[in-house]
């Protein structure tokens, strides 16, 4: 079984991302960019790693780019996060692909996304998302 198809085993219940590689494993129940924000916050070496995910916008997908994820799996994954992760030549797949990812409240675009519309660096998006989550 693949790393990938190990995280995806993994994605049950409450489980909102998966990251998996060897036998190296890391879950977390959190919502949006948290997960993968606090990995890089606390210095997981996360190069390799596959993950699977709930939702995969273009926010979360800058995150795993500047962490060095190898293979990418999306419950819903956005067809910009999609096209970034094409572009940088990471292996992804998806059970729904959309237009865009929306709040919570379904009444826009979630904000996480809406800071990196314009922003294709990773290292500028993890500065941008670690200035949102302070507040």
């Given at each position: 079984?693949?790393?990938?198809?190990?995280?995806?085993?993994?994605?049950?219940?409450?489980?909102?991302?998966?990251?998996a590689k060897?036998?190296?494993?890391?879950?977390?129940?959190?919502?949006?960019?948290?997960?993968?924000?606090?990995?890089?916050?606390?210095?997981?070496?996360?190069?390799?790693?596959?993950?699977?995910?709930?939702?995969?916008?273009?926010?979360?997908?800058?995150?795993?780019?500047?962490?060095?994820?190898?293979?990418?799996?999306?419950?819903?994954?956005?067809?910009?996060?999609?096209?970034?992760?094409?572009?940088?030549?990471?292996?992804?797949?998806?059970?729904?692909?959309?237009?865009?990812?929306?709040?919570?409240?379904?009444?826009?675009?979630?904000?996480?996304?809406?800071?990196?519309?314009?922003?294709?660096?990773?290292?500028?998006?993890?500065a941008i998302?670690?200035?949102?989550?302070?507040?």
């Amino acid at each position: 079984m693949s790393d990938l198809d190990r995280a995806k085993a993994l994605l049950t219940g409450d489980k909102t991302c998966v990251l998996a590689k060897g036998e190296a494993v890391y879950t977390s129940s959190e919502n949006g960019i948290r997960p993968i924000m606090g990995h890089l916050a606390a210095g997981t070496d996360l190069l390799g790693f596959s993950v699977a995910d709930r939702v995969v916008g273009k926010a979360a997908a800058l995150l795993f780019l500047r962490a060095g994820i190898s293979a990418v799996w999306g419950d819903v994954m956005s067809e910009s996060a999609a096209a970034l992760l094409r572009a940088r030549g990471v292996p992804f797949s998806c059970g729904v692909l959309t237009p865009r990812i929306v709040n919570r409240a379904g009444t826009g675009v979630c904000p996480m996304e809406a800071a990196v519309g314009d922003v294709d660096d990773p290292d500028a998006a993890y500065a941008i998302f670690r200035e949102k989550l302070k507040g």
